[in-house]
Structures are given as C-alpha cells and as structure tokens.
C-alpha cells in the first residue's frame, strides 16, 4: 500500500522533547520533498513548520526554526522531525506531506489538507501540558 505513517506523538511536559517519524511505505522518498505541519484545534491554519527537499536542503518557518530540526534516514525511507523545548502552544495534530516538488511547501496559504500534495500522513496527536 503506498502511504505516509506518521507516528512519535505523545504527552510531553513543557521543555520537553519529541522525535515524529514519518514513513513512507510502496514508495521511495528519494525523489521527494517532506514538509511537516500541524493543525490545533480552533487555530488558523499554518504553513509548513518544517521541510527538506529531495536534495537535502532544509527549512524550518521562523516559528520553530530555534527548537525543531528536520532530518531524514534514507535507509529507512523515514523523515523525522526533532522537536525541543516545547511549550503548550505546540500541542497540535501534526501531518507530514510529501510531493516531488519542493517549492509547493513554500507557497503561501498552504496548510493541513492542502490537496496540492502528493501524499498525507494520517497525523499524529502532540500535547504539553503539565
């Protein structure tokens, strides 16, 4: 089945730190662009917090670029997305995307469930809190 399955969410207390996987199944992201996103409840929707290209260039919104870091283990066809000193307003849903052309992350007004992508994961649930 081709699909991307996000994982790594969790309960994390503020200042903590979560490392969210997504992997790619029935196909290879060698050719392919990630970005992450997240979706909170009642919040507006947000441009990518993170991505890298097909080529290993990486970037990360000015948001979160000081805390999270975008990284990917081709060996295991797997991107990750490093998450530090988290604070409450991180708690999200977060997505992975991916698609062939990096250029589609950068795009204004794009967010969670932009069908302009290629491939979604199914997201996964992060909360801080105490």
């Known amino acids: 089945q081709v699909q991307l399955v996000d994982s790594g969410g969790g309960l994390v207390q503020p200042g903590g730190s979560l490392r969210l996987s997504c992997t790619a199944s029935?196909?290879?992201?060698?050719?392919?662009?990630v970005g992450w996103f997240r979706q909170a409840p009642g919040k507006e929707r947000e441009g990518v917090l993170c991505?890298?290209?097909?080529?290993?260039?990486?970037y990360c919104g000015d948001s979160v670029k000081d805390r999270f870091t975008i990284s990917r283990d081709k060996s295991k066809n797997t991107e990750y997305l490093q998450m530090n000193s988290l604070l409450p307003e991180d708690t999200a849903v977060y997505y992975c995307?991916?698609?062939?052309?990096?250029?589609?992350?950068?795009?204004?007004?794009?967010?969670?469930?932009?069908?302009?992508?290629?491939?979604w994961g199914q997201g996964t649930q992060v909360t801080v809190s105490t």
């Open positions: 029935g196909f290879s992201l060698d050719n392919y662009a």
């Open positions: 991505m890298e290209s097909d080529v290993g260039s990486t």
């Open positions: 995307a991916a698609d062939r052309n990096y250029l589609k992350f950068l795009r204004p007004n794009t967010g969670v469930g932009d069908t302009i992508y290629d491939f």
